[in-house]
């Protein structure tokens, strides 16, 4: 795992190792193991190393052995032994044990037909000096960040935006478009990000910059190819698919941990790695002081069962304050939730015990179905078969004990629910989400709303859905839908990647192997949601794999606390400067009035409800994003004399 970083001129003016070193500087967080540069008249490529894979030989840049290609990589590729021996076969010459010389000989002998024999999670950039072409490319459900820019004709590239703003050649500015999305989905979707000339490779995409143009193509789809019975043998095709996938991801010259909620995803990836993995497996896991958010009990018994070293980190609403700024920072974006503040504890805990890797659980309830927001889907069609029925949507009752109350029930349910959106709508399954989410908007400023305008954002996602979505069943369009708005743009970026590449932990998600997701597209729902009962089939599998407390408990939402976070005895001084009604009116994204009003609510400790609790958040964090991005500031650059490589047009010095 690394941080990668680039520019291609469309003139032959070079690129110098110091704004290479800066753009490395930028990123070395993600890779503080080493570092190394290729510079030629129209490319030059960066590289930060989390040395992983090969510790001693898979220094980068990387090149052929004849130097067609040049290599700048960020990921693993899984299955790099089957390739090598496959690709020796075909006569190319191996120098080192790593996954990322895979890499070149593979684009040498089968060009972009390489991208469907990776297994892997991977953000590339590749040089190819035959063609004098450079080609980007990301996994297929965007584990791994890929940011771009280009100006003039030149092409920057780079694993976090600010890599890009390192060059002093890309001016920071925001995107009103890109934060109206993030108020929307949670995060923006590709290729939009929240700044104004920069955009993300979309998952599963790959991009060639030639001659200064750049084109960009999907290279893998999503697809719900549905059976209409589950087959007799899928038992076992998934026990050798989690096996296999979780073996691949075990593939380390260092040990691998694993993070530990409690739930069944991540208690199936550490039970299967502790009894694959060669060292004693070490796991980790955060605990509330809130008992609402607290999972502990369950974590201690899954650790307990499979004999790991157990190490937890403690989250009090302090530390989610205290360390916000820092958060944001790593992010490059606002947030709505302040989920991903324990993950960066968690992350840091993990590195402190000195493990660079750990496996998590990440995908299983995209694949198999496991939100609460497919049963709404299951419940909500339910009702619309029988609109005038009083006892259907008591169904809901079921899906969300801990929200009844004073305000919550039948009414509160239609409501919310059954008028969200009709069957015929072909976002039905997410509109409850995304209407409650964009409530965030009603405290834009005047500035910010003239800037969006009219912009209909759920208008343009409609427009852009595949040409299969109208063919898949009801969940299947719902899955879909969850993969790409939420899970690559917020999940696997602000909780996954950002958290754990802020001290340099690399996350591996064995339920995001591309063989399961297949596998499981391709079932039929009610194997995957039976009734009320998500991830059916998961669950049935994992009789012997988890304890069956662990297998059959329901599913409690990862959360953390919101907006009581900020507020009360020994908040920061930074919230009350974040919040202040100058800064406010100075920025112009939200309304000041709106906005004091707000914030004396939840001085009072009545800003209680969801749409409150992340306006808060929502607030504070666009503050912090601009205080933080906003503002032109050059790092010192990486000294090139230190490097591990640097590559001078082909020709290699390795120190």
Avoid at 96 to 105: G, I, K, M, P
Avoid at 515 to 536: D, Q, V
């Amino acid at each position: 795992m690394c941080g990668i970083a680039g520019i291609a001129r469309l003139e032959p003016r070079g690129v110098d190792l110091e704004t290479l070193g800066r753009m490395a500087k930028a990123i070395h967080h993600r890779g503080p193991d080493g570092y190394g540069f290729m510079t030629s008249p129209h490319v030059g490529f960066a590289h930060v190393r989390l040395s992983i894979v090969d510790l001693a030989g898979g220094a980068q840049p990387l090149a052929s052995e004849g130097g067609r290609v040049v290599v700048t990589f960020n990921g693993e590729v899984y299955n790099y032994r089957e390739l090598t021996v496959e690709l020796a076969a075909l006569g190319h010459e191996f120098r080192t044990h790593s996954d990322t010389e895979v890499l070149v000989h593979a684009w040498e002998e089968w060009g972009p037909a390489m991208f469907d024999r990776l297994n892997g999670q991977f953000a590339v950039g590749l040089f190819d000096r035959a063609t004098q072409e450079v080609i980007l490319f990301r996994d297929r459900f965007g584990v791994r960040p890929l940011f771009y820019a280009q100006r003039g004709g030149d092409l920057y590239f780079g694993s976090e935006v600010k890599a890009l703003f390192a060059t002093g050649e890309i001016e920071p500015a925001a995107d009103p478009l890109g934060l109206d999305e993030v108020f929307t989905y949670w995060g923006a979707l590709p290729p939009r990000t929240p700044f104004k000339g920069v955009q993300q490779l979309p998952p599963g995409h790959y991009a060639v910059w030639k001659d200064g143009r750049l084109t960009v193509k999907p290279w893998y789809r999503l697809d719900y190819p549905e059976a209409r019975t589950e087959p007799a043998t899928a038992i076992r095709e998934l026990d050798e698919i989690m096996r296999s996938g979780v073996a691949f991801r075990l593939r380390a010259d260092v040990p691998v941990g694993g993070y530990l909620s409690g739930g069944l995803d991540s208690s199936i990836t550490c039970s299967l790695a502790a009894k694959a993995s060669p060292f004693a497996l070490r796991t980790f896991s955060v605990a509330f002081e809130d008992p609402r958010f607290d999972e502990s009990a369950w974590q201690n018994q899954l650790a307990g069962e499979i004999g790991s070293h157990h190490a937890v980190s403690r989250i009090t609403a302090g530390q989610i304050a205290a360390d916000f700024p820092d958060v944001i920072r790593h992010t490059e974006t606002p947030l709505l939730r302040t989920a991903p503040g324990p993950m960066y504890r968690l992350a840091k805990l993990t590195r402190e015990r000195d493990i660079k890797v750990v496996l998590t659980g990440e995908g299983a309830d995209e694949l198999f179905l496991g939100y609460d927001l497919f049963k709404e889907v299951a419940v909500r069609l339910f009702c619309a078969r029988n609109p005038a029925s009083t006892a259907r949507p008591a169904l809901f009752n079921r899906i969300y004990p801990y929200l009844q109350g004073a305000n919550r029930g039948g009414e509160f349910w239609r409501n919310f629910f059954l008028d969200a959106g009709t069957p015929d709508d072909p976002l039905f399954s997410h509109l409850p989400r995304f209407h409650l989410t964009a409530r965030t908007k009603e405290f834009y400023g005047a500035a910010m709303r003239d800037s969006v305008g009219g912009r209909d954002a759920l208008g343009e996602l409609r427009d852009a859905l595949p040409a299969a979505f109208g063919s898949w069943s009801p969940l299947n369009r719902a899955a879909w839908l969850e993969m790409t708005t939420l899970l690559s743009p917020y999940l696997l970026s602000s909780q996954g990647d950002r958290m754990g590449m802020a001290h340099a932990i690399e996350g591996r998600y064995p339920f995001l192997d591309h063989r399961l997701y297949e596998f499981a597209a391709a079932l039929p729902t009610s194997s995957k949601l039976l009734g009320l009962k998500e991830k059916e089939i998961l669950r049935r599998w994992a009789r012997d794999i988890v304890p069956p407390a662990i297998r059959t408990r329901g599913k409690q939402p990862y959360r953390a606390p919101d907006a009581p976070s900020f507020f009360g005895e020994g908040a920061p001084a930074w919230v009350a400067e974040m919040l202040d009604p100058e800064r406010t009116r100075a920025l112009g994204y939200f309304e000041p009035a709106a906005v004091d009003g707000l914030v004396r609510r939840a001085r009072r400790g009545a800003a209680t409800g969801f749409r409150e609790n992340q306006a808060i958040v929502a607030i504070l964090s666009t503050h912090l994003w601009h205080e933080r991005f906003l503002h032109r500031s050059l790092p010192a650059p990486l000294p090139a004399e230190r490097a591990d490589v640097v590559m001078h047009d082909g020709a290699t010095a390795a120190r």
